[in-house]
């Protein structure tokens, strides 16, 4: 369990890069028109992208938590995932793939250090 922070973060980054290969790759078409029916239900388009968000979230804990068998976990990687996207697309308009996963990887592995110690 010492380095249970290392492989959660680990963990989070595959669900994120599985996350977009699923639903730009496999479920393309049906993920467009998704984003179409929410767009016309949702009064702008930051509310759609916060939808957007909200969904990634959801699909990280199901991951983590299917993965590690804890609920905690799941609930704490995805809502962790989901506060440095919302902050970093919000204050990082310019970033490259490595910085992006980069401070991920970074700011998620604090957080479960914090948590669950070295």
């Not at 996207?85 to 980069?102: G, Q, S």
């Amino acid at each position: 369990m010492e380095l249970i922070w290392f492989y959660i973060a680990i963990i989070l980054a595959l669900s994120d890069i599985l996350h977009g290969k699923l639903m730009w790759n496999v479920f393309n078409d049906p993920y467009v028109l998704f984003a179409g029916f929410v767009n016309e239900i949702v009064s702008s388009p930051v509310h759609g992208w916060i939808i957007h968000e909200i969904l990634e979230a959801i699909f990280n804990i199901v991951v983590l938590s299917i993965i590690f068998l804890s609920l905690e976990i799941g609930i704490l990687g995805g809502l962790v995932h989901l506060c440095i996207d919302i902050t970093h697309t919000l204050f990082m308009k310019n970033k490259n793939p490595i910085v992006h996963r980069a401070l991920h990887f970074a700011i998620e592995s604090i957080f479960f250090i914090l948590i669950y110690g070295f």
